[in-house]
């Protein structure tokens, strides 16, 4: 991560955030289906960490080549990321607000683990897409990308 060159960056740790929240989660939770849910979102967000710098990576590459239409295309592609990893992070937040009475008082200090490292991971992607919308400039993706968010929220904040 901090060596000079590579291109894991914000995007990168926010899913890192997300799969950690997610595995401890699934540690402490015991109903099949919830683990099973877990366990794909773990999965999905450790994969996320290699998009997010290779992603990132053909934006800076793209940018140098000065062909708007192709950066346009590459940024949106690497928005996309960070927007699973806020959905992401988003449904790890509602599930362990779900679990709290189900996990046993030794644990709540896990459960608030992963429920920090699920708010790290939404806020972390939440300003790298906000981030790219600016630099993207494009209003009708921009509202598309936070119709996408909000919607998430709303669904995960019960």
């Known amino acids: 991560m901090a060596r000079r060159g590579s291109w894991f960056g914000g995007g990168s740790v926010a899913a890192l955030s997300a799969a950690l929240a997610a595995a401890l989660l699934e540690k402490l939770v015991h109903h099949p289906q919830r683990a099973r849910r877990l366990r794909a979102i773990r999965r999905e967000c450790v994969g996320a960490i290699q998009r997010d710098a290779q992603t990132f990576a053909r934006v800076i590459r793209v940018s140098r080549a000065k062909n708007r239409a192709a950066f346009s ?3 949106k592609s690497a928005t996309q990321v960070p927007c699973r990893v806020f959905e992401c992070a988003q449904h790890l937040q509602a599930s362990c607000r779900a679990s709290q009475r189900a996990v046993r ?3 709540q200090s896990d459960l608030r ?3 920090a490292l699920a708010l790290a991971a939404g806020e972390g992607a939440r300003t790298l897409i906000h981030t790219n919308l600016a630099w ?3 209003q ?13 929220a709303q669904r995960n904040a019960h």
């Open 105 to 107: 008082p030794r644990f």
């Open 73 to 75: 295309r590459s940024l």
């Open 113 to 115: 683990c992963a429920m």
């Open 140 to 152: 009708a993706y921009t509202r598309r990308i936070r119709r996408r968010l909000q919607s998430a």
């Open 136 to 138: 993207l400039n494009d």
